[in-house]
């Protein structure tokens, strides 16, 4: 059985996709309960976006050329005290743009990935 999440890594051939083989890694190791899948494939992206749940769509690992986006559906509720919140500030949704000489701080990820799973858990919209 094929794992769509690594054939999605696998497809980008550059410095994209060990970041977000990276991002894939702190995410699942922030709660046993997270579920992966990929989502929303089309004619543009056959191997469509990945998306990390639980009770509810934690955030999304997108991809474009010069930068990996991870979209929290309900980031404005989430607390983030690392600052990594750098996109999409505007509604409900935040993202966090990581280029290509990015490191992110997997602690501060962690942290996050946790308060959007305890908001989702919450039943709250956002």
């Given amino acids: 059985m094929t794992d769509p999440?690594?054939?999605?890594?696998?497809?980008?051939?550059?410095?994209?996709?060990?970041?977000l083989a990276r991002?894939?890694?702190v995410i699942l190791?922030?709660?046993?309960?997270?579920?992966e899948e990929i989502k929303w494939r089309k004619p543009t992206n056959?191997?469509?976006?990945?998306v990390w749940s639980r009770a509810?769509?934690?955030?999304?690992?997108?991809?474009?050329?010069?930068?990996?986006?991870?979209t929290f559906m309900k980031g404005a509720a989430v607390s983030d005290p690392g600052g990594l919140f750098n996109a999409?500030?505007?509604?409900?949704?935040?993202?966090?743009?990581?280029?290509?000489?990015?490191?992110?701080?997997e602690a501060a990820l962690t942290a996050l990935i946790r308060a959007?799973?305890?908001i989702n858990l919450t039943g709250k919209r956002g």
């Fill in 23 to 25: 991002i894939r890694a």
């Fill in 116 to 118: 959007a799973i305890a």
């Fill in 56 to 70: 509810g769509i934690i955030c999304t690992g997108e991809t474009y050329r010069d930068k990996v986006k991870l």
């Fill in 88 to 105: 999409s500030l505007d509604g409900v949704r935040r993202a966090i743009d990581i280029r290509q000489d990015d490191a992110p701080d």
């Fill in 29 to 35: 190791a922030a709660d046993a309960d997270i579920a």
């Fill in 5 to 19: 999440v690594q054939e999605k890594i696998d497809s980008l051939g550059d410095w994209r996709g060990p970041l």
């Fill in 46 to 50: 056959p191997l469509g976006v990945v």
